[in-house]
């Protein structure tokens, strides 16, 4: 049975750090492209970040490019977002995802995942 099991998340002021990560269980780690999600109430899920099964390529929301930084641990089984500078608009539940890495569709798709974390709270205030 796989587990996403995210942890990391808090409260901090606008201009801070964060660090989550992902540990995943019950799967072959680098079979999957792993990928960062967000969802803040009354919106959609987004996708924030996504690494290749290597760590070679990765890919950023617009809005989040330059501050946050996607890495991967394979031997660790285990995805970290580094979020700096941080503004209250990234407040949301943050959720990693894992898909096969033999799978079509945008990245940056919800759908395309098929393993999901539970999340964990990201809270800014200014």
């Known amino acids: 049975q796989v587990h996403l099991v995210e942890t990391g998340g808090g409260s901090v002021q606008s201009g801070g750090s964060l660090r989550l990560s992902c540990t995943a269980s019950?799967?072959?780690?680098?079979?999957?492209?792993m990928g960062w999600f967000r969802q803040a109430p009354g919106k959609e899920r987004e996708g924030v970040s996504c690494?290749?099964?290597?760590?070679?390529?990765?890919y950023y929301l617009d809005s989040v490019k330059g501050r946050f930084t996607i890495s991967r641990d394979n031997a660790k089984n285990t995805l970290y977002l580094q979020m700096n500078s941080l503004k209250p608009e990234d407040t949301a539940m943050y959720y990693c995802?894992?898909?096969?890495?033999?799978?079509?569709?945008?990245?940056?798709?919800?759908?395309?995942?098929?393993?999901w974390g539970q999340g964990t709270q990201v809270t800014v205030s200014s």
């Open positions: 995802a894992a898909r096969p890495i033999y799978s079509s569709g945008s990245y940056f798709s919800p759908v395309s995942y098929n393993y």
């Open positions: 019950g799967l072959t780690f680098d079979d999957y492209v």
């Open positions: 690494i290749t099964w290597t760590g070679r390529n990765t």
